[in-house]
């Protein structure tokens, strides 16, 4: 098992296992490049130096033509009002070095749980709020106007408590999250809560373990106060769910209702944060992980049988 230990400074070290592995992490700035352009051709030409952006971020498919794209794009880079926030993310995000470097550790954290991973090339963007992330196997593109935080002039159509996880400090965990479902597998066969219980929770898992000097409350997205709450009221959440029979819950209306976005889950009580049972996965995950010292990362990520992860976990809470 790998150990890391982080100081009362707070400081977290790496163990020279996985920091010694080759992965260097350098954003490309394509927002920098965009926003200069001036001409039709010269967005064609950019399109066509960044396919993957541009399939797969920008959507290509949604457009008649190449041509027509181009266009499109072009008023967006002459749009005053967008310029407020390129202005606001070259604030925020000035100085990269400190998302390079969770990126970088993260990846060589992967690296060391899967040593054939392919570490993807990052790029940055900004797009007038049209996608946050994109993380795939060769590709991930940051959405900067996203995560500028609280003070941007223009911010995603989106209720506060979802609003919230759009912060700078949120980025890199936010990226570890999509590059979990690489590795998790999942039945989706009969899926019941429990199933999305656990398939969130080794997703939260993965990430802890890909960046353990991240607080869980970046992970979750959940605030301080929120986590100490849920934390302390561990046993009470536990046994409404269990009393409640909504473990083995098919109905996806039920479910939604505790593993879905909502601002709490008044069922448990109105200061009960959404997503709860997605919490309660991921304790289950971690009670599993403790008591099968045996069981690698990677035979976590493939086990599909949930009931088997809740059984060998001796998961079991008290109530205050």
Known sequence: ???????????????????????????DRLEERFFKIKTVP????????????????LLRDHYPSEEVMAQNLLRLAADTSIHKLV???????????????????????????????????????????SRDLLVSDSLVVLGLDYFIGKNAAFRPQAPEYILRRYEKQNLAPSVMLLVSNKFNKTDFVNKDMLDEMIDYGKSYYFAQQVMPCTPDSLII??????????????????AHLVEKGLLYETSQFITRKYV?????????????????????????????????????LQQLMEEKDARKILDRSKYKPQKN
């Not at 997205?221 to 536990?238: P, T």
């Not at 601002?263 to 959404?274: D, L, Q, Y």
């Open 87 to 129: 202005r606001q993310s070259d604030e925020t995000f000035k100085d990269m070095a400190p998302v390079e470097q969770e990126l970088e550790n993260a990846f060589k954290y992967v690296k060391y749980y899967y040593p054939n991973f392919y570490v993807p090339k990052v790029q940055s963007f900004i797009s007038g709020l």
């Open 42 to 57: 010269e967005m064609q030409a950019f399109l066509a130096q960044e396919p993957l952006l541009r399939d797969r971020f």
């Open 260 to 296: 879905g976005e909502r601002p709490n889950v008044p069922e448990i009580s109105a200061r009960c944060p959404g997503r709860i049972a997605t919490w309660v996965g991921w304790q289950i995950v971690r009670s599993y992980m403790e008591n099968n010292p045996n069981v690698t």
């Open 221 to 238: 997205w959940y605030s301080g106060q929120e986590l100490a709450d849920v934390k302390y009221n561990e046993g009470k959440i536990w």
């Open 1 to 27: 098992m790998l150990f890391t230990g982080c100081s009362k400074k707070q400081t977290c070290e790496i163990p020279s296992e996985v920091s010694k592995i080759p992965v260097e992490i350098k954003v």
